[in-house]
T-cell receptor, first 111, second 113 residues
Framework: ELKVEQNPLFLSMQEGKNYTIYCNYS?????LYWYRQDPGKSLESLFV?????AVKQEGRLMASLDTKARLSTLHITAAVHDLSATYFC???????????FGKGTRLHILP | EPEVTQTPSHQVTQMGQEVILRCVPI?????FYWYRQILGQKVEFLVS????????KSEIFDDQFSVERPDGSNFTLKIRSTKLEDSAMYFC???????????FGPGTRLTVT
């Protein structure tokens, strides 16, 4: 059974600092997703990573994928308050028509 | 990015009542999904639907749940006899046609009292 583990689950950081969220998954996957969720809102797609070594960047967020290690990272550069949200990593499997989510990382950026 | 709307945005119902949650994609899609998120917890897969058939379902999706596309556009999730533990946000998702990523609707907050 596919399992997705994120850490940390909660992160409080100062504006201007850098930090990384980690996502490990247990079996081979076709795609790895990163979503953002603001309180009471839906899930916003940030990145889709398809292949080993894939790196995508959008503003202060950069996501990477190492399929051999079954690890993805979401790196935040020079955090700003607007990035405060919950970030979910999710993975799908080759045979299954579903995506499995991690528990999410609640990011709180202090001004 | 494909758009998906969901109605109602908030539904309050009494335990044992039936509810129908609706999902309307803006454009034509073949793949539909329902997920739920209990407050403060992770997003859980319920069911996937392709070509008017269930393609996969989770253990949460028991006999109390059903899905259909009654008119070829709306995609509905029905809970026959709601329980307190069904209280959650329910998200509909559709599959994009380029990277096959899933796009989520705004959600329906279901409160069972």
């Amino acid at each position: 059974e596919l399992k997705v583990e994120q850490n940390p689950l909660f992160l409080s950081m100062q504006e201007g600092k850098n930090y990384t969220i980690y996502c490990n998954y247990s079996t081979t996957s076709d795609r790895l997703y990163w979503y953002r969720q603001d309180p009471g809102k839906s899930l916003e797609s940030l990145f889709v990573l398809l292949s080993n070594g894939a790196v995508k960047q959008e503003g202060r967020l950069m996501a990477s994928l190492d399929t051999k290690a079954r690890l993805s990272t979401l790196h935040i550069t020079a955090a700003v308050h607007d990035l405060s949200a919950t970030y979910f990593c999710a993975v799908d499997t080759p045979r299954d028509d579903k995506i499995i989510f991690g528990k999410g990382t609640r990011l709180h950026i202090l001004p | 990015e494909p758009e998906v709307t969901q109605t109602p945005s908030h539904q309050v119902t009494q335990m044992g009542q039936e509810v129908i949650l609706r999902c309307v994609p803006i454009s034509n899609h073949l793949y539909f999904y329902w997920y739920r998120q209990i407050l403060g917890q992770k997003v859980e897969f319920l069911v996937s639907f392709y070509n008017n058939e269930i393609s996969e379902k989770s253990e949460i999706f028991d006999d109390q749940f059903s899905v259909e596309r009654p008119d070829g556009s709306n995609f509905t999730l029905k809970i026959r006899s709601t329980k307190l533990e069904d209280s959650a946000m329910y998200f509909c998702a559709i599959r994009g046609q380029v990277l096959y990523e899933q796009y989520f609707g705004p959600g329906t907050r279901l409160t069972v009292t």
